[in-house]
């Protein structure tokens, strides 16, 4: 039996799992608020306990909302301190990994069924024999990879979500230029995320000349403002929002485009998270594939990479799990 873990600041969700000829079976699930648990270790206990027998378990695996480094984490919005030795020594199992939560995600992708995901580029993918890009838009902008070795993948944690935001269009210049005056440094997740969504809005509301009504006002002010701006602009509600999501369709596509060629992803590219489940619509519509394959001489090498949104929102988990059925 393995035990897998999707650790987040919000909440963590612990599976145990049974492998049947590398087949996963749930045998028990559980989500818990993570910050009811002053450590992680007590909600491990109050999952594990009477569930597993002495040495059922034979490995586990966790993604972690953080950097983990040395088998280590210190989580980022929660006070837990994660190790995978110590780790082992508590559940008497052989082997602990702990990933990166994007890392998780990311390795997770590879295990999921057709309709867990939504093609947005259809590409000419080389799959199971390139690189794979994974962006994840959803409270801030994760990026990892999928290092093709020429035999299995392995997941590669990155902050690439924190790069320099690069304007395109003389829009997006004076986007920069806006973001620029309040933030100082204005990384790629200050555009491409829940809150970067908001920060679009405020910039058009402040520059575009297009009123704000009340009602819109209200709602965003009463809210998750992203989710608020979202909705609206889908249903093609307000100017505001429109033209929000319309920039925030082509500056996620351009940034997708060049983590393609950052990391020759032949194998594809998947665009997790939260985000792009709720705006397929809006992404689907050309606007996002438009600057995805906007690259000049390497408009052609683009045109051959797929774009795939990735619908399920457990990959993370099955990711962690599949992990520990690896190791």
Known sequence: MILAGDIGGTKTVLALYRSERDRLEVVREAVFPSREAGRFEDLLGQFVFGAVASGELTAACFGVAGPVRDGQCRTTNLPWFLDERQLAKDLAVPKVKLLNDLEAAAFGMLFLEKPDMAVLHEGAPTRPCGHIAVLA??????????????????????????????PQTDREIELLR?????????????????????NIYRFLRETSGVPEPAWLRERVDAGNPGAVIGDVGLARGHALCVEALDLFASIYGAEAGNLALKVLARGGVYLGGGIAPKLLDKLADGTFTRSYLAKGRYTELLRSIPVTVVLNTKAPLLGAAHYALRI
């Open 137 to 166: 838009a959803g409270t801030g902008l994760g990026e990892a990879v999928l290092h093709w070795d020429g035999k299995e993948y392995a997941p590669i944690a990155s902050e690439g979500g924190h790069a320099d935001f690069a």
């Open 178 to 198: 806006f973001l620029r005056a309040e933030f100082g440094h204005v990384s790629y997740e200050r555009v491409l995320s829940g809150p970067g969504l908001f």
